[in-house]
Every structure is written in structure tokens, then in C-alpha cells.
């Protein structure tokens, strides 16, 4: 099995996985959360969104969150923005990294936008080029890159016109989000075949969501094609918009066990993970999903005295 | 991506999986369940087990069940028998195939079979001879073939010096236990390399507990060497004695979705699987942890009318 000996894992969950939370959680309780998060050996923590807080009131306090979390050298906390108004917001809050999206399909791009994806195009240019003159790095999100909840399953070619472009404007990585969690590894490879042929594994990153407990699988097959960068939420935070109800994003303590115990290294300590998911688990008032917190609860530990 | 086109499922739920159920089922709601596993494509199924009562009450009923669920034809209805004196009563009541069982390891073995290794091959010597003369074939759990929970790490040629011996024993086939759920793709693909110097894929079979989440990518790699038998429990059922409320077995219908998305045949029909996971959910008066299961719940569909 040929695998990297060393992966970054990026976590989303204050962003990607509270976003999904209907109950408002406390701008404090996000501070206290991510500084936690800053202590694990995480190096990448997406804190939130600039998106207009009528489409997301639990994170209409991002600005309030990068002025108030402990920020750590060497840790980059980056932040989603859907346009000019939502980057000139993130900068204000000096986001060290701000992170573009958009869909593979017409079907979620239109959904989630309110644009095809021609008319995204213009947009996320004009972002990535101001948030480049102001030297921050930019990230691309592209959704629904294997299946699509209103068109079905998405063909690689156009997952790579859609990267074309983003990686034309200037992006520094793709983040490749499996948003539905319906793939499975012979679509991975399929994709990241067609992908690879252009593009660098090294600015490629993986996001999968774990609906129906693929995730893993879907990682060790993008691990043996080359990919070293996985997005993850702690606690497996993110539920699913499509099957309210069911699993979120996979599980950054799941990922953790898994990864340690294929000799690749993250830099993250699994036991300062599993403190800071209690602490989310605690302040949302509800048990988390993962594997990890399962046994964790099942081993009746105290890890917060 | 090199894949077999077919796999076969074997469902251990009644066994495996309802052994860890505290909470006595009565026989009729076992029969029930085993007969609607009858009509999901399944073409084995391991109903009971022939130990000693004392030793796993829940299973106390084997003969009564064996006696009286609806036997499809095309379905194999095995039992597990520890000794020759299980094996005659699973004889009586007609098991289609009997299954011996031991560890890799001395910890695990000890504390299951309360003998040695060495100990316990003539036992099972004998069981396999007297069952190969009724005319029955003999399937073999190695349990513990990655971990033991008392002496860590196994190593494949522990695995492979038990294999030999079962093998020259005459059984039929091998079912190799992740039994605590603790191993990754790479410990796999060890393992198997080990193994497939020496036995041919068609008499391996593998036998994963979810505890971590690894289970399905666990299978994938399986998959990828060429194994193509695989045991799974309806629901996920199975629990982790050595962490208790912890995952059981991979859940039989999350391993069909995955296999029916990757172009793999296992002749088994998902919704029926529901049909069926949801009968037992009902009966052991909780929700199975399944991640189909979740996706069904949250759909809010009703699948018995």
C-alpha cells in the first residue's frame, strides 16, 4: 500500500459542522470551542462564515469569533466567504485564509447560490483577485463532486472544468466536497483520476461527509492516489441538509485513530481532540456521533476534571 | 481498481449479534426475524449457537430455533458448536453447516475457551471429523487475527499457524475475526499477504467489528486482495464486549450499499434488508446503529405496513 507519511487535516467543524445545528450556540461557547481546538495540534481551523446571516444565523457572529478566539502561531484560521461584501468582512477580522464555493452541478450550485454556475464564475473571480491583493491565500470548495441531490450522479470532467476554472482565478487548493456522503471508493478514484492528470495532488484536499459510513473508505482510496489534505469536523458535527437526522461530516477523531494507526502522521493528539469534542458535545447538549466519543462514553472516562 | 464482480454476505446477527443482547428475545421473534432474513437475497445465515447455556443464555433456545424457522431453499442455516456435544445437537436438529471457533491469541482464547491453543485444536479436531462424516461442512472463526484485548498486537504467522491447523483439519472455510475492532487497511493487507501465500481467497473469508469505523474500508482493502466473502450483522448488531456500548459487527446493509454502489453484486436486496433490521429494532426495543438505518429514520419512511 503506498501512502503519504504525513497528512494535514483541516478542521471545518466550527463552520461546516455548527452551521448545520439549528439551536444558536453562544458566540463565547465558539471561542471557548476553537480555542480548544488550537491546543489538539490542529494547523488549519475554518472558524466560520461571512455569508449574510439571513441564510445562516448561527454564524451571523463570525466576525465576533475571529476578533475574540486566542489565535496560535502556525495555526491558520481561515473563514468562508460567498462575495466582496463577505471578504471585505473577513479581512477586516485579518482571516489568515479565505475560502471561495461553489458546485460541480447546476442543480445544488443554483440551490445553494442563486446562480448557475456560468454567472458564479464572475463573482468568485473578483474575491479571489481582491483577497490575493490583499496577500491571503484562497481556498476553493467545489460541492456535489461525485453525486448531486437535485441532478444525481456528477461526471468527473465536470468536477475538472469547474477546477479549471477556480485554479485559472488563482486559487491556492481545491477542497473537493462529497457534500451528499453517497460515494464510495471506486467513484473516488474515477474522479481523482481524471483529476490528477491536470492538477497537483499537493493542492487537492478531500471532503467527505460519512451519511452512509463510507468516509474512511473514500480517504484510505484518495490516501493511496496521492491526497495528503482531508477536511473533518470533530464529533462528526454537520448532520445532513438532505436526511435530517443522519451523519455529518466524517469524524476528525475518527480520521485521527484511523490515519495514527496506518503509521501517517497529523501532528494531532488524539486525546486533546476527544477533550475538545466534549466540550462541543457539552455546550450543544447532545452526545456526538463519532466512533471515538462512542467508545470514550462507553469506557465511562473522565478526560475534562 | 481490481474487484471481484461478486461477494457473498454472511449474516451473523442471530448469533453473533443477538449473543450480546442482554434483554432475552423470545424464540417466535428470533424465527420471525431469521425467516424475514430468509427473504432478503441472503443465502447464509448462522442462526444460533450451540454452547453451553450457561455460558450465553440468549442462545439458549438454538435447537427451538433451528426447529422451527421457515428453511428457504439456496440458504446455508449454520450453527456454531463448541464441542462434540453441541455439535450432536446441532446434528439432531439438522444446522446445514457447523462452525468451531478459536483465537489467534492465548490472552482471548483462554479467557473464551478457557484452553490453551494447543488445547484446544484436538477438541476441535474431533468436532470437524465427526461433522465432515454426517456430511457437513465446517466453517472456522479465528477470532483476534489483528488484536487481542489481553495480549495486544497479533501477528499474521500466529494467524497463519492456527489457519494450518484448521485447514488440516479439514475445514471448509476460514472466517478471520477483527473481533475487537481496532484494525486498519494496512494491518489488513499484512494479514492477508500472510495468508494468501499460503491458502487460496475462495476458502478466506473476513469477519470485521466496526468498534473504530474502519470496518468497511477494512473490507474495501479485502476487497482489493481478493477476498470475497465477508460476515456482517443486520443493524450492526454485535456490541463490543470490551467496550460496551460501543459498535458491533459492520452492518450488513451499510456493506450492501456500499458494495451495490461499487458494481458488486451480493445477490441481496437493500430494502428488504431494512424491512428486516427494522423488525429486529422493534423487537429489541432500540434503534440500530446502522448508518442505512439512520438514513431510513430520518427519511421518516415506513417500510412495514
Known amino acids: 500500500m503506498k501512502l503519504p507519511k504525513k497528512v494535514t487535516i483541516k478542521e471545518v467543524g466550527p463552520r461546516d459542522g455548527l452551521q448545520n445545528e439549528k439551536q444558536l450556540i453562544l458566540t463565547e461557547d465558539k471561542v471557548n470551542w476553537i480555542n480548544s481546538l488550537s491546543e489538539t495540534g490542529l494547523s488549519y ?24 478566539i486566542k489565535r496560535n502561531q502556525g495555526i491558520t484560521y481561515a473563514a468562508l466567504v460567498p462575495n466582496i461584501k463577505g471578504l471585505d468582512r473577513a479581512l477586516e477580522m485579518n482571516a489568515d485564509e479565505v475560502s471561495v464555493f461553489m458546485s460541480a452541478s447546476e442543480g445544488h450550485n443554483l440551490s445553494n447560490i442563486n446562480k448557475t454556475i456560468d454567472e458564479t464564475y464572475p463573482v468568485l473571480a473578483e474575491v479571489v483577485r481582491e483577497a490575493k491583493m490583499a496577500g491571503k491565500t484562497v481556498r476553493g470548495y467545489v460541492s456535489t463532486v461525485i453525486a448531486c441531490p437535485y441532478d444525481g450522479l456528477v461526471e468527473p470532467h465536470q468536477v475538472k472544468k469547474v477546477a479549471d476554472r477556480l485554479f485559472a482565478m488563482g486559487v491556492d487548493e481545491l477542497s473537493l466536497g462529497e457534500t451528499i456522503g453517497v460515494g464510495v471508493p471506486t467513484q473516488v478514484e474515477r474522479l481523482l483520476e481524471e483529476l490528477l492528470r491536470e492538477f497537483p495532488s499537493s493542492q487537492l484536499a478531500m471532503h467527505f ?9 473514500n480517504i484510505v482510496k484518495s490516501l493511496e492516489m496521492g491526497i495528503t489534505t482531508f477536511d473533518s469536523a470533530l464529533g462528526g458535527l454537520g448532520g445532513c441538509p438532505y436526511a435530517k437526522g443522519a451523519s455529518g461530516n466524517v469524524a476528525t477523531e475518527d480520521l485521527i485513530y484511523m490515519l495514527h494507526e496506518m503509521g501517517i502522521e497529523t501532528g494531532i493528539d488524539l486525546d486533546a481532540a476527544l477533550k475538545s469534542a466534549q466540550l462541543i458535545e457539552r455546550t450543544l447538549g447532545k452526545e456526538l456521533k463519532s466512533r471515538q466519543m462512542e467508545i470514550f462514553r462507553a469506557e465511562g472516562k473522565e478526560r475534562i476534571s
Open 45 to 68: 481551523i475554518e472558524v466560520s462564515s461571512f455569508v449574510h446571516p439571513k441564510w445562516i444565523p448561527q454564524l451571523a457572529d463570525a466576525a465576533d469569533v475571529l476578533r475574540k
Open 209 to 217: 461527509h460519512d451519511t452512509r459510513g463510507t468516509a474512511l473508505a
